[in-house]
């Protein structure tokens, strides 16, 4: 269904029955796409390209799903237990206590819904469509029918097309027809009853384009394609149930059978050694498991990786599946592309080197503003400006540069954009500054073929009638094309190519940081279609070209901070191994002296590459394919890593990877399918972002649990001390109830809005590995449990010496352990650095507000009069509260003694 119904819809045809020229006419289109006007009340008229979202959980069952735990499950047999034993009271304060915390689930699992749903909205995919008679980039929402769109390797379809154009393509139908293999498209009509997988002329929204490119014509959008039939969605982000929470469900398993058995042998010792009752004794049990029982930790948890996910979205890193959150604390190599990633992704081409002559070209960025010069083997002569009517050679690379090319150039809001990619983009700007119509000149020499590009080939074909004779042109990798050229064309006509002298060029340029580019050429008159061989024989050079692509400043400051922080950046490129090494010493890499080239690669067996994965940052000339054995290669020496992607091949690496990262801009839907995060600004900055990102979620998880059990841990010994001594309980299990409830849902909140430690990018990366409470986290529970008993029991112990009554101790021990918990609150906001500062103290908004918060209710608990009778508490008076200030702040500054004796031993 259309998430906004249209008010009306396309007239149903049986579209791969028609020719194209049929269904554009159907269509009432053309093959230069609709104006921007018609567009826009066909969309009013058919409603947005838009799939429903999946429909989500009715309310009651989310409800439901909270009562799902077994913690939860103890409580509710308690409640029952105690309304059967004629406690009515207790049985209503847990189950209350039960219901407020299954709301807080029930509301964050909401919260958490329509954040992921918001993050879905910024994966929606962009569409290549014809407006106006102009290629340009709209999202594919605003696609209508009668639109014309183009298609590449690497897309998913926008919508159900009518193929009006052709170029060796074919999509990956799996998700629709089930078919395997990739299946092959064409132009030409098809019978009326063929099955869906046999309709060639037809490519069907949210398949996957796998190879070549195409023109097609939108002829059905929304419920009305195929895949909207079938109800079969893109699929988003995936459920909250990461591995993290799964180690909770387990501890809580754990937890819940250590505090029955807890519970039930401490009830039996108090029978068996104090003669107490039955009933009594089962009440005291109930009060243990309750005050043991940490209900509102789960709720804490999955607000603090909720809370994680929606920052990294704020830095631009979109989280598809949310156990990278944790994982990506763990990553210690991270694999990056370098156009774009590293580098700004605004190639310019620089310099032009023909067969005798070098040219220079002014300007930067994508504005077609600069001049042509010469360049002198002298570095202190002046450039001199050319006219290009002298260099006929010049101005024909140049013409066959735009010819051999898709890209476009735009101006948008006084801006000049490509569409398109941008090294090629960088071609049709230096034809700009030449004052060479691009639109012109490909009208006037229409392309009749092509061999697009794709990755294993390393070039790109197209052929053209030129100076009235047709023309094959070639551009691609220069080691790539130097290996199919056997001439080179030169003002006196075509000469033996000297492969050691461009070899030497392109050296030359690469060690400028330029990426190069070839480009040649041949006669083709005899072919009528292009196939692979055609454009691999007897080709003639036409020259090569240097394109900047500048590094970004901001990459610069995050490489440093991945050494700090432990991480090893690692560049993988097509490029040249000269210009890739370049770049990397311009951004600061450590190993810079030698660049690992896919031959070298492919020539290597797992286990030597396994040996050297460590010795090298730079991997250049590298495909698709060597990725996924350099992620393959890292992980065997132990490494957790990281690894960016943009294209149909990046699958299997992104996939492979701990953490895999597609590209938001230039990025296939095919790559960020197989992505677990999406980068919206393509930037390698931003992937530092979020390892830190990361670290700070798990580290105020870590710290959240480090400070709710302890609360939990002092009132159920308590509780157990109380019945082994045969005296009066100092928390009654109503109260503990007060006490688990206000401290989870205050306090337990205020670290999960944390912000990272000062030293958080400057320790190595977690290990993986590592349980969530090492031996450190659970002494400092225990440690911590003993401190709060302690206090707790003083209070209750000092009010009684005092003459004050049980309701009044209970009070004041109550209050003893709230306001500990507040103190210790402080201590938590650094597991091991001193809180011991104003920064400390007093650095974290949201631990006082909570602070301020719990006092409020502790004060209603303690003086109002029907907060009394529910609790059987009392008032305390004003030395009763100094005492328990004072064993706060000594709690607070016992914690900070034990953290610097930690701090000592690390730093022996």
């Not at 947005?48 to 999946?54: E, G, M, R, T, V």
Request: with cysteine; hydrophobic share 45%; net charge negative.
């Amino acid at each position: 269904m259309a998430e906004n119904a249209p008010t009306n819809t396309p007239a149903r045809q049986v579209w791969h029955n028609l020719s194209g020229e049929a269904a554009l006419a159907a269509q009432e289109s053309s093959s230069q796409g609709l104006s921007s006007t018609e567009a826009r009340t066909r969309l009013e008229r058919y409603g947005p390209n838009k799939l429903q979202q999946q429909q989500a959980r009715p309310w009651y069952k989310r409800l439901l799903d909270q009562f799902n735990n077994i913690l939860i499950v103890i409580l509710l047999v308690a409640a029952v237990a105690s309304l059967l034993l004629g406690h009515t009271l207790d049985a209503g304060a847990i189950l209350g206590v039960v219901i407020i915390i299954a709301l807080i689930g029930f509301i964050q699992e909401g919260k958490a819904e329509q954040a992921l749903n918001s993050i879905r909205n910024m994966l929606s995919p962009q569409a290549n469509v014809l407006r106006d008679g102009k290629r340009t980039t709209i999202p594919a929402e605003e696609l209508v029918p009668g639109d014309i769109v183009m298609v590449e390797s690497g897309d998913r379809v926008p919508a159900d097309l009518r193929l009006i154009e052709t170029h060796r393509f074919r999509t990956e139908e799996a998700a629709l027809t089930g078919e395997s293999e990739p299946v092959s498209k064409s132009t030409e009509p098809v019978a009326e009853d063929a099955d869906l997988a046999e309709r060639s002329a037809m490519a069907y929204a949210s398949t996957i384009v796998v190879q070549g490119n195409a023109k097609g014509l939108v002829v059905e959008t929304a419920s009305h394609t195929e895949i909207g039939k079938i109800s079969e969605l893109l699929r988003g982000v995936e459920q909250l149930k990461t591995p993290l929470l799964q180690q909770l469900d387990r501890a809580g398993r754990v937890l819940a059978v250590f505090i029955l058995g807890a519970a039930a042998l401490t009830a039996l010792l108090g029978m068996l050694i104090h003669d107490q009752p039955a009933g009594e004794m089962f009440m005291a049990a109930v009060g243990l498991a309750v005050a043991a029982i940490p209900e509102g930790l789960p709720a804490i948890v999955t607000i603090g990786l909720a809370l994680g996910v929606q920052a990294m979205a704020r830095r631009n890193a979109i989280v598809r599946r949310l156990p990278a959150v944790e994982t990506l604390g763990s990553i210690s190599t991270i694999f990056s592309d370098k156009t774009g990633t590293l580098t700004r992704n605004e190639m310019t081409a620089q310099a032009i080197w023909l067969a005798d002559q070098e040219y220079h070209i002014d300007g930067v960025g994508f504005a077609p503003e600069g001049e042509f010069h010469l360049r002198s083997d002298n570095p202190d002569a002046t450039l001199r400006e050319l006219n290009l009517d002298d260099h006929p050679a010049l101005a024909h690379f140049l013409k066959v540069g735009v010819l051999c090319n898709d890209a476009e150039l735009a101006r948008e809001d006084e801006r000049y954009r490509i569409h398109g990619d941008p090294t090629e983009g960088a071609l049709v700007v230096a034809a700009g500054k030449a004052c060479l119509d691009t639109a012109h000149l490909r009208q006037q020499h229409k392309r009749l073929d092509t061999i697009p590009f794709e990755s294993e080939r390393k070039y790109m074909a197209t052929m053209h009638d030129l100076e009235g004779k047709q023309h094959l042109v070639v551009k691609g990798a220069p080691d790539r094309l130097l290996e199919m050229c056997h001439k080179v064309w030169t003002a006196d006509g075509d000469a033996e190519l000297d492969t050691a002298l461009w070899e030497s060029r392109i050296q030359a340029l690469s060690s400028r940081g330029l990426r190069v580019l070839a480009i040649a050429e041949k006669e083709a008159e005899h072919i009528d279609e292009l196939e692979d061989h055609h454009a691999e024989e007897g080709l003639r050079l036409l020259g090569i070209v240097g394109l900047l692509d500048p590094p970004r400043e901001e990459v610069i400051l995050a490489v440093k901070q991945c050494f700090e922080a432990g991480i090893r950046p690692v560049m993988i490129t097509g490029d040249h191994a000269t210009t890739a090494l370049a770049i990397a010493r311009q951004l600061g890499f450590r190993h810079t002296d030698k660049a690992l080239t896919g031959r070298e690669i492919e020539a290597m067996s797992d286990a030597e590459l396994e040996q050297i994965i460590l010795d090298i940052d730079v991997f250049a000339r590298a495909s698709p394919e060597h990725k996924l054995r350099l992620v393959k290669a890292m992980q065997a020496r132990g490494g957790i890593c990281s690894m960016t992607g943009d294209g149909v091949n990046d699958g299997p690496a992104l996939k492979r990877a701990d953490v895999g990262v597609a590209m938001g801009i230039q990025g296939t839907e095919a790559a960020k399918d197989a992505a677990e995060m999406v980068l919206a600004d393509d930037n390698f900055a931003t992937i530092v972002s979020a390892i830190e990102e990361g670290r700070k979620v798990y580290d105020n998880i870590r710290k959240t649990i480090t400070f709710i059990l302890p609360t939990n841990g002092a009132q159920g010994l308590a509780i157990m001390l109380a019945v082994l001594a045969g005296s009066s309980l100092p928390v009654t299990p109503l109260q503990a109830l007060w006490v688990n409830m206000v401290v989870a849902v205050t306090l337990g909140l205020a670290l999960a809005f944390e912000q990272g430690e000062h030293n958080l990018m400057q320790r190595p990366p977690r290990d993986p590995r590592a349980p969530l409470l090492d031996l450190f986290l659970l002494w400092r529970v225990v440690f911590v449990s003993i401190l709060l008993l302690a206090g707790v029991f003083g209070i209750f112990a000092w009010i009684l010496d005092q003459g004050g009554s049980e309701a009044l101790a209970r009070a004041g021990s109550v209050n003893m352990l709230v306001t500990g918990s507040a103190a210790y609150l402080i201590n938590s906001r650094f597991l091991i650095n001193s809180t011991l500062s104003m920064n400390g103290i007093f650095g974290s908004r949201p631990v006082w507000i909570t602070i301020g918060l719990i006092m409020l209710l502790q004060a209603a608990f303690t003086y109002l009069p029907f907060m009394q009778y529910i609790f059987g508490s009392a008032a305390l008076g004003l030395t009763h509260w100094l005492v328990i200030v004072l064993a706060s702040v000594a709690i607070f500054l016992i914690v900070e003694f034990e953290k610097w004796v930690w701090r000592r031993r690390s730093d022996n």
